[in-house]
Every structure is written in structure tokens, then in C-alpha cells.
T-cell receptor, first 112, second 114 residues
Framework: DAKTTQPPSMDCAEGRAANLPCNHS???????VYWYRQIHSQGPQYIIH?????ETNEMASLIITEDRKSSTLILPHATLRDTAVYYC?????????????WGLGTSLAVNP | DGGITQSPKYLFRKEGQNVTLSCEQN?????MYWYRQDPGQGLRLIYY???????QKGDIAEGYSVSREKKESFPLTVTSAQKNPTAFYLC?????????????FGPGTRLTVT
């Protein structure tokens, strides 16, 4: 699985868009980009995933560069409840033994 | 509501004692996982099970044991051989037939060993 690099922390004002970057320059063609978040002392929560195309769901948007070496998770209107650690993971979606490799993530603080 | 339950939320034990953490899911998922998280760190995989009566070691299995006798249950035993057992333990499940690698997590058990 490709290594991902994220900034350790970010701040965002409540109501503004939060843009969380992730570098995965060694990602291979069959590896998806997954985003999870973990609110303090809770289990992680799946947010979104993508392969090549940009993706959007009710929680967030995922923008993947054309060369797939980086991506950005966008929370369009951040709220205080979005304060959490956000993990970007690259993993192939094949085989039952695939494991997610969790890094340190980005600690996002949404400020009032 | 479907989901994963872990109990208890907080657990205290004396050093040298074995302790078993509970994980139950009603999502009908075949695959289940145990992770350990230390302060300021990412998740590290302890054990995983793809199907009943089968499980594999993860990256940090030493000092831990598991069983998978039922699809819905995947208990983790922290043995006295685990040198640093104090940590936050997370259980997860996944539907391997699903189209993507979404894992569903329980609320976690915070174990303190003194």
C-alpha cells in the first residue's frame, strides 16, 4: 500500500470550507484513496473513497489530481462537530487480506 | 439499529492479569478486526478474521489472543505477556463482498493496566 502524507494539524472557521490535503505520490493504479475521521475517544468513521474521479456524498467531496499523486478532502461548510482527526489511506480494493495502513492523520480544529 | 458494540467502555486491571474485551456486531459482516491505538498515534492491527473459526495475526499480535466461534462475536484477550497493554482498543467489521474497503468501528474500550 502506498504511503500517505498529511499535515499534522489544520484550523478552519465554522461555516467555511475545510480543505484537507493528502499526498500519495507512490500510489499504484489499483489503489483507492480512503478517508476516515475519528472524533476524540470514538471509533473512526468512514467518510468517502475514490479511485480516479472526484467523488461527493452527503458528508464531503474528494478531489483527486489527474496524476493521482495527491487528493483533497473538502468539508463544504465545517461545523464544530467536524473537529476530529482525519485519516487519508491508500489501499488496493482486492482480496480479503487487504489491510488499511493508518498514519497519524490531520487534526482539524473547527473554531467558532 | 445495526452496529458494533464493545464493552466495557473503560476497563481497569492489575498487571499480570489476563483480560478479555468484548466485540459484537449485528451487521452480518464476515470480516472483523481488532486495532490498538496509543495516544497521538494511528491505529495498529492486532488480529483479523475473515470468516468464522479462522483468524490471522496482524502487525502487533504478540501478547494477544482471539477467537471467532460465532460470526457476530470476536473477543480479544490481552494476556499478561503483553508488555504495554494500556491503550485504546477498537473493534471493526467489514463486508468483504462490499465494493469498497469500508470498515465499521465500535466505540472502543480504554484499557488501563496498573
Amino acid at each position: 500500500d502506498a504511503k500517505t502524507t498529511q499535515p499534522p494539524s489544520m484550523d478552519c472557521a465554522e461555516g467555511r470550507a475545510a480543505n484537507l490535503p493528502c499526498n500519495h505520490s507512490t500510489i499504484s493504479g489499483n489503489e483507492y484513496v480512503y478517508w476516515y475521521r475519528q472524533i476524540h475517544s470514538q471509533g473512526p468513521q468512514y467518510i468517502i473513497h475514490g479511485l480516479k474521479n472526484n467523488e461527493t456524498n452527503e458528508m464531503a467531496s474528494l478531489i483527486i489530481t489527474e496524476d493521482r499523486k495527491s487528493s483533497t478532502l473538502i468539508l463544504p461548510h465545517a461545523t464544530l462537530r467536524d473537529t476530529a482527526v482525519y485519516y487519508c489511506i491508500a489501499s488496493a480494493n482486492a482480496g480479503n487480506n487487504r489491510k488499511l495502513i493508518w498514519g497519524l492523520g490531520t487534526s482539524l480544529a473547527v473554531n467558532p | 439499529d445495526g452496529g458494533i458494540t464493545q464493552s466495557p467502555k473503560y476497563l481497569f486491571r492489575k498487571e499480570g492479569q489476563n483480560v478479555t474485551l468484548s466485540c459484537e456486531q449485528n451487521l452480518n459482516h464476515d470480516a472483523m478486526y481488532w486495532y490498538r491505538q496509543d495516544p497521538g498515534q494511528g491505529l495498529r492491527l492486532i488480529y483479523y478474521s475473515q470468516i468464522v473459526n479462522d483468524f490471522q495475526k496482524g502487525d502487533i499480535a504478540e501478547g494477544y489472543s482471539v477467537s471467532r466461534e460465532k460470526k457476530e462475536s470476536f473477543p480479544l484477550t490481552v494476556t499478561s505477556a503483553q508488555k504495554n497493554p494500556t491503550a485504546f482498543y477498537l473493534c471493526a467489521s467489514r463486508d468483504p463482498a462490499g465494493s469498497h474497503y469500508e470498515q465499521y468501528f465500535g466505540p472502543g474500550t480504554r484499557l488501563t493496566v496498573t
